[in-house]
């Protein structure tokens, strides 16, 4: 599965940069599409599998992270939303359609910033659920995404940043996959943010070699992973 490295792109710090001011004037419903032009959500609870339902939120916000048009991207996110939350009332309950929400709110958050404060704290909810009824979904995703959401996010009361549950999350994440090389980069950033400047560069350079065999075997996301364990590694 490709889709790991991808989902957690919208976390970047630049992005989160100016969180707080914006999740104090965030007002939109994160759960609501907006005036997008997109299919909507209707009442009727579509036939299939959580695991298909899910696909399509993902594809999504693949599309999403291509797309060079904020305002097409912006649609898209609303577009993603609305998919998961098709996934979530036909499956309920399911870790993949939790997961694929989740993930989907925090894009949306990040190209539709009036839904920040609701979007980051509903994909909190889903990320933890998802991790509870299948941590080892997407080679642990939402501990890894969890755990990036925590340590980038504004703490309360503008959100749900916590960047000590941020480093539990990370290290459950490599304690089921320690091979994948973006959960051990989760596990860098979460060590030195908390002051662990060996331990973090340490998870760098490790992140750094298994994205270095995943690039040579053809992983299309492996040389971004590699480029940013290598420069966690060089933290000073």
């Known amino acids: 599965m490709r889709r790991g490295g991808a989902l957690a792109r919208w976390l970047r710090p630049a992005a989160l940069a100016a969180l707080s001011g914006l999740l104090a004037a965030g007002c939109a419903s994160a759960l609501r599409p907006g005036d997008a032009k997109v299919h909507p959500l209707g009442d009727a609870t579509p036939a299939g599998d959580p695991t298909t339902l899910a696909a399509r939120v993902h594809a999504l916000v693949r599309r999403i992270e291509r797309e060079p048009s904020s305002t097409a991207r912006a649609d898209l996110a609303v577009e993603a939303v609305a998919a998961g939350l098709r996934c979530e009332r036909a499956a309920p309950g399911s870790a993949a359609c939790d997961y694929a929400l989740g993930v989907a709110l925090g894009v949306q958050a990040r190209e539709r910033p009036a839904t920040l404060r609701e979007g980051l704290t509903q994909m909190a909810v889903r990320?933890?659920?998802?991790?509870?009824?299948?941590?080892?979904?997407?080679?642990?995703?939402?501990?890894?995404?969890?755990?990036?959401?925590?340590?980038?996010?504004?703490?309360?009361?503008?959100?749900?940043?916590?960047?000590?549950?941020?480093?539990?999350?990370?290290?459950?994440?490599?304690?089921?996959?320690?091979?994948?090389?973006?959960?051990?980069?989760?596990?860098?950033?979460?060590?030195?943010?908390?002051?662990?400047?060996?331990?973090?560069?340490?998870?760098?350079?490790?992140?750094?070699?298994?994205?270095?065999a995943a690039e040579a075997a053809g992983e299309p996301e492996a040389a971004a992973w590699r480029r940013e364990a290598e420069k966690l590694s060089r933290t000073p």
Not at 171 to 183: G, H, K
Request: glycine share 12%; no cysteine; hydrophobic share 50%.
């Open 127 to 212: 990320l933890r659920r998802a991790a509870a009824a299948e941590p080892g979904l997407d080679r642990a995703g939402p501990h890894r995404v969890l755990a990036l959401l925590l340590l980038r996010a504004p703490g309360w009361p503008l959100g749900p940043g916590d960047p000590e549950e941020g480093l539990v999350e990370a290290r459950r994440a490599v304690a089921l996959f320690p091979e994948y090389a973006p959960n051990q980069l989760a596990l860098a950033e979460a060590l030195l943010a908390g002051g662990d400047v060996a331990g973090g560069r340490e998870a760098a350079r490790q992140a750094a070699s298994l994205a270095a």
